[in-house]
């Protein structure tokens, strides 16, 4: 095999301390693995450390982290949730994250292959590809939404800053109603209804200034522009209305970008990361600067961090902890296994996880003071409170922060600037995503993950999930966006995180996981991981599912709109596709594996392959004892059930 190194009758080699650079020094005097160069040549490898780290940070810090991060922690107590937040952090974040980069990086394979050291649990890896794909597609719109708004900012004035548009609704207003002295109120009639309108007499007797007010819900004109413009929504999931161009040429643009990105694999989205993964960081100090000047400021400030300790009370506060912990870090999603396989095996994965966890919580609080800076001078600017222009998700992002960047001076400026950073937050995201899909293919098929085959799969899969994303950008496409996000990655991810939490716990073995971990980094992980592994970080994860499940109500958009029964249908059967293959690959290792008795074929089945372990021979050679050298391909035993373990599911 190109790049192993032939280890014929001698004895396993003895570690010593890794030297500054972090490497192993050898005993029996044999080189360390080559410093320059990919040190899998088969597979490749990052070009160096910071790739890595980069990328993992974008992948992790994403959208979430600055638009349902901050809603989050003040529907949950202000400063107090960070309580919550913090334990579960150390309790569930931590845990997995360490996991499964040390999982990945150890054997050198995707989500799929991984699971040659439980091949009972190989649909694990399986349902991980699954939930990546269904994510992928819809994760681009988002980011197609980006670029039309970015797009859009390219002007001297910003379209959703009035209410002067063919598109804006008789409900729009730029201000809150609100009682001053001279001031008149007159009814008039818009698009047939009555309103009562709240305005001043200029000097010529002109009634003007008019604001909304009575018993009508006052429409911004950010949200007519994303509702009546941007999406053209339709009344419902079940009325198309056809594919909305716009979005449409801004979705093959954003998956040209992310084509090219990764067109050589980690080689080259390795590079864009310096930019993509760093340019938020850029932006949100600068947002943070401009919004620490505006009046008002404060008052979000302290709508953000003021504690409320009673919170702390209720079980939906530490369950909406864990669970952002959880997702914010994309566990379970294989897109950390398949990152740390493209790792030279001595890479310190330990250090790694302990920056990138980090790095990744204290940006969703930084984000927190950004956010609400800027909402608390726009709700002192419109005339209401902070809870009132607070939200999450789409409606943070594309209606009322557009919204607040329109009271600040030079508004196109902070737009372009905001717009790029959603589009740059979405895009390391989706690098990862696709890279995992990707990668599980070239792996399975035996792909040379280097070379125009594997741009040519890359490609393919852009195109497909282009195609698919289609549906995302008709006029009901907000709908199905809604619908796949609250159900593609929701209940599926948490089983996952279980299963593979508990199989290599319990199954492969913790002293066994702890050893690898050893040959890797050179210590053995302590107690608290051991803990956290395996008891600890399921029994959270059980406790988030369970009470998920019991939470559970039918979808809705905005409390507005109810999700018709069949869209629901649709919903579960994505939650059972990123499920169903862990119980149907168990069932077919264990059906076609040797043995006279049930427990046989189930003890079979679990047992490691063959060629299970670290991916070169050289690094199996450090615990030759439980690690020999890989099987020759060539001399495989006719009939062994591990012949396909690699390509046959």
């Not at 990052?46 to 993992?56: H, T």
């Not at 970008?257 to 340019?279: E, L, N, P, R």
């Amino acid at each position: 095999m190109t790049g192993d190194t032939p280890i014929a009758n001698e004895q396993p080699t003895e570690l010593k301390p890794l030297d500054p650079d972090g490497h192993y020094k050898f005993e029996n005097g044999s080189a360390p693995v080559e410093e320059e160069g990919d040190e899998n040549k088969e597979r490749g490898n990052w070009s160096n450390k910071l790739d890595f780290i980069l990328s993992c940070v974008g992948y992790a810090v994403g959208l979430g982290n600055v638009w349902r991060f901050p809603y989050l922690a003040y529907q949950n107590g202000g400063g107090a949730f960070l309580v919550p937040y913090t334990i579960m952090l150390a309790c569930a974040g931590l845990p997995i994250f360490f996991l499964e980069l040390a999982y990945g990086q150890f054997s050198s394979q995707g989500p799929v292959g991984v699971w040659k050291a439980i091949p009972l649990l190989q649909g694990v890896g399986v349902c991980m590809v699954v939930v990546s794909f269904l994510v992928g597609i819809y994760y681009n719109v988002i980011i197609a939404y980006a670029l039309f708004y970015l797009f859009a900012s390219f002007t001297s004035y910003l379209p959703w800053t009035d209410c002067d548009n063919p598109w804006n609704t008789p409900g729009c207003a730029t201000k809150a109603c609100q009682n001053t002295t001279n001031a008149t109120f007159q009814n008039v009639t818009l698009g047939g209804s009555m309103y009562s309108m709240y305005g001043l007499y200029d000097e010529n007797g002109t009634w003007v200034n008019g604001t909304l007010c009575g018993d009508t819900k006052r429409t911004s004109p950010s949200e007519d522009y994303w509702n009546h413009y941007a999406l053209e929504i339709t009344p419902g999931i079940h009325d198309a209305g056809g594919v909305k161009w716009q979005l449409a040429l801004s979705l093959v643009l954003a998956w040209i970008i992310v084509f090219f990105s990764m067109c050589k694999g980690v080689k080259s989205s390795g590079k864009v990361v310096y930019f993509t993964a760093t340019f938020p960081y850029f932006v949100l100090v600068i947002l943070l600067i401009v919004g620490v000047l505006q009046d008002g400021h404060l008052d979000g400030v302290l709508f953000f961090i003021t504690p409320k300790w009673e919170k702390l009370k209720e079980a939906k506060v530490w369950k909406d902890a864990a669970t952002q912990i959880f997702y914010s870090l994309s566990a379970a999603w294989g897109g950390l296994i398949t990152m740390a396989s493209y790792n030279r095996f001595q890479n310190n994965c330990y250090k790694d996880t302990l920056i990138v966890s980090l790095m990744n919580c204290s940006t969703s609080i930084f984000a927190g003071f950004v956010i609400f800076s800027i909402l608390g001078f726009m709700a002192k600017q419109i005339g209401v409170d902070v809870d009132e222009v607070a939200a999450s998700g789409p409606g943070l992002a594309f209606i009322a922060y557009p919204e607040a960047l329109t009271k600040l001076p030079v508004p196109p400026i902070w737009a372009i600037l905001f717009f790029l950073m959603l589009l740059t937050l979405g895009l390391d995201t989706q690098f990862a995503i696709i890279e995992t899909v990707v990668t599980t293919v070239c792996d399975q098929f035996k792909i040379a993950h280097t070379g125009i085959r594997k741009t040519l799969t890359t490609l393919a899969f852009c195109v497909v999930m282009f195609l698919l994303g289609l549906l995302c950008v008709t006029r009901s496409g907000l709908y199905w966006v809604n619908l796949i996000d609250n159900f593609a990655a929701s209940y599926s991810l948490m089983v996952i995180a279980i299963t593979e939490m508990l199989g290599i716990s319990w199954i492969y073995g913790m002293d066994n996981f702890c050893k690898d971990i050893k040959m890797m980094v050179g210590f053995e992980p302590g107690w608290y991981w051991k803990a956290t592994w395996g008891v600890i970080s399921p029994g959270l994860l059980i406790f988030i599912l369970i009470f998920s499940l019991a939470e559970y109500k039918v979808l809705d958009l905005n409390e507005e709109y109810l999700y018709p029964g069949w869209s629901m249908g649709i919903a579960w059967l994505m939650v059972l596709s990123g499920t169903i293959w862990i119980p149907a690959i168990a069932i077919y290792r264990i059906v076609t594996s040797p043995g006279d008795t049930f427990m046989e074929r189930v003890r079979f089945a679990c047992k490691p392959a063959p060629d299970w372990g670290p991916y070169l021979n050289q690094h199996r050679a450090l615990d030759a004892e439980r690690y020999k050298d890989k099987p020759d391909p060539s001399k495989q035993i006719v009939n062994d059930p591990y012949a396909d373990i690699g390509t046959k599911i």
